[in-house]
């Protein structure tokens, strides 16, 4: 039995005892795990230096990387923000609530220990009613990384809350699987011109609708480059998701389908004594189990036709592959960089231990 108090709730209308008691708990420094639409939150009383100091302890967190101040309000963001532009909190109008986190100018007199030392704060507005309904009943802002040990991939169930963080907590309020499976959106308002930090559930296309700009898509958004390069969060250096095995992403490149199958055929066959797994799309999956047969393992993330279901399976699938005592090396398929899939990309990026990249043979 784990020590947090596990408490199960109805997604759509919690009740009301349960909110109050996790609120209680918070109110009186306390730690409670809480589903969002993206993933499970490590919420924390954000003006409470102590508790968000254990948030960094239990999780294993450096403390140089900050964690999203969770709002239920614009009004709420003002007690953590400061000198937020109009044309900002309009955008925001739309975009919330949504699994979309900014990174605007923070008040000095939200504790210094969210933010990891920067004079900047994220923040965002989560669309779960368990999570807008928990920091109502609180009234103040919740200092919330995703309820993960760091470097682990974030929890989409109760259940990976508990295995990380179960005798560490309080409370846990199980709502079932999240929404989305990613963590949101990550954007920079306070640079010059505004970046994707962190892709998330909504795409370039759709930010560049709701703030009426660009947004820059830096290659460390993209999990490309080391973070030698000075990201704006110190936090970003990490690295994260990473399961236990041996895990190489294939890479599409250059090439058409049918060049990258062939090459992704490849890669599988020079593993094949170790006996591989292939994490990826249902189609490539029913293609290459029709060629190697029961050779090696399956995991198959979802419809190459929806990606938002590929999104939502990639962290528990991740979960399995590090208890699934046969296998020690997995092989990844990559997916169009679009939409959510960038957010895929970037999650397989620094989930992987190699990465392999095809390459088109020009004619
Ligand atoms: O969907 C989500 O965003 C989930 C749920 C629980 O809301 N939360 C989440 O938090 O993913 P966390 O702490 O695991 O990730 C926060 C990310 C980190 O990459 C961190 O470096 C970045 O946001 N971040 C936080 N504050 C920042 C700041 N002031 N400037 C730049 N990046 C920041
Ligand atoms: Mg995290």
Redesign the pocket.
């Given at each position: 039995m784990p020590k947090a108090k596990i408490v199960r709730v109805e997604p759509l209308n919690p009740s009301e005892e349960a909110i109050r008691e996790a609120a209680e708990i918070l109110k009186s420094g306390g730690l409670v795990a809480f589903p969002?639409e993206?993933?499970?939150?490590l919420g924390a009383d954000a003006f409470n230096p102590e508790a968000v100091l254990k948030v960094f302890k239990v999780k294993r967190r450096p403390l140089d990387?900050?964690?999203?101040v969770?709002v239920s309000s614009l009004d709420m963001l003002q007690q953590v923000a400061s000198e937020v532009p109009e044309r900002v909190v309009k955008a925001l109008s739309i975009a919330w609530p949504g699994?979309l986190?900014v990174?605007v100018k923070r008040k000095s007199t939200l504790p210094e220990v969210v933010?990891g030392g920067?004079d900047?704060?994220?923040v965002?507005s989560?669309a779960h009613p368990v999570a807008l309904k928990l920091i109502e009943a609180v009234g103040r802002p919740l200092a919330?990384?995703?309820a993960n040990i760091a470097g682990r991939p974030?929890p989409t169930r109760a259940e990976h809350v508990v295995e990380d963080l179960g005798d560490e907590i309080d409370m846990i309020l199980d709502a079932g699987e999240t929404f989305f499976g990613v963590?949101?959106t990550?954007v920079?308002l306070v640079s010059p011109s505004p970046q994707i930090?962190?892709p998330?559930p909504l795409g370039p296309e759709e930010l560049e609708k709701i703030f009426g700009v660009k947004f820059g898509l830096p290659p460390y958004a993209r999990g490309l480059s080391s973070y030698e390069e000075r990201p704006?969060?110190p936090?970003?250096k990490y690295r994260h998701y990473a399961p236990s095995k041996k895990l190489v992403l294939v890479e599409k490149g250059s090439c058409d389908t049918t060049t990258y199958f062939e090459f992704l055929m490849k890669q599988l066959e020079s593993y094949l004594k170790d006996f591989p797994a292939l994490i990826a799309t249902k189609e490539t999956v029913d293609e290459v189990r029709s060629k190697l047969g029961d050779s090696l393992t399956y995991f198959t993330l979802g419809s190459r036709e929806n990606l938002f279901e590929v999104a939502k399976n990639l962290f528990s699938t991740l979960r399995i592959l590090d208890k699934y005592g046969r296998v020690s090396i997995a092989i990844s398929e990559s997916v169009e960089e679009r939409g959510i899939g960038l957010a895929i990309m970037n999650r397989l990026r620094k989930a992987s231990s190699e990465r392999i990249t095809c390459k088109q043979k020009q004619l």
């Open positions: 969002t993206t993933v499970y939150g990387n900050p964690l999203i969770h699994p986190t990174v933010s920067l900047t704060v994220a965002r989560p919330a990384p995703s974030s963590e949101s990550v920079d930090l962190r998330g704006p969060s936090g970003m």
